[in-house]
């Protein structure tokens, strides 16, 4: 056992909640220790990053970093698409107002601007999910 994983098994040992076992103390009997054995396997699924060497693990820190650029990139992505269809929601409203005004001619304008909105690559995964949501 090398010492990273001593290391780790001292940790691990040390976040075991403890409770006083005096055992029968005027008999003068200490209680009996129990021991307690931490396979390799519970130590490598706790704490994986102790198996790499350096190179894996900078490896995988670049895997995470990309993975959280991800998740900016699209949380950035789904608030301008919020965006969007508020907008979109926004000239659809005012053209079937217009439109039942009578107005055809700036219905129809305000139609094709919400409709060119919708039409923005963004917005087809955001079309695709949101006919999944609660209405």
Same mark, same amino acid.
């Given at each position: 056992?090398?010492? &990273?994983?001593? +290391? +780790?098994?001292?940790?691990?040992?040390?976040?075991? /909640?403890?409770?006083?076992? !005096?055992?029968?103390?005027? !008999?003068?009997?200490?209680?009996?220790?129990?021991?307690?054995?931490?396979?390799?396997?519970?130590?490598? #699924?706790? +704490? /994986?990053? @102790?198996?790499?060497?350096?190179?894996?693990?900078?490896?995988?820190? %670049?895997?995470?970093?990309?993975? !959280?650029?991800?998740?900016?990139?699209?949380?950035?992505?789904?608030?301008?698409? &919020?965006?969007?269809?508020?907008?979109?929601?926004?000239?659809?409203?005012?053209?079937?107002?217009? @439109?039942?005004?009578?107005?055809? %001619?700036?219905?129809? #304008?305000?139609?094709?601007?919400? +409709?060119?909105?919708?039409?923005? /690559?963004?917005?087809?995964? @955001?079309?695709?999910?949101?006919?999944?949501?609660?209405?």
């Amino acid at each position: 056992m090398n010492i &990273q994983k001593i +290391l +780790l098994l001292l940790l691990l040992l040390a976040s075991v /909640p403890r409770v006083s076992v !005096a055992g029968d103390l005027s !008999a003068g009997k200490p209680a009996p220790l129990k021991k307690i054995e931490i396979s390799e396997k519970i130590i490598e #699924k706790e +704490l /994986p990053f @102790y198996r790499f060497s350096l190179k894996e693990l900078i490896e995988e820190v %670049d895997k995470n970093i990309k993975k !959280a650029e991800l998740g900016i990139k699209g949380k950035k992505v789904r608030v301008r698409n &919020q965006g969007r269809e508020k907008l979109i929601r926004e000239h659809f409203a005012k053209g079937l107002s217009l @439109y039942k005004e009578g107005k055809l %001619d700036e219905a129809r #304008k305000e139609l094709l601007t919400a +409709l060119e909105i919708s039409q923005h /690559p963004d917005m087809e995964d @955001y079309i695709k999910e949101s006919v999944k949501w609660p209405k």
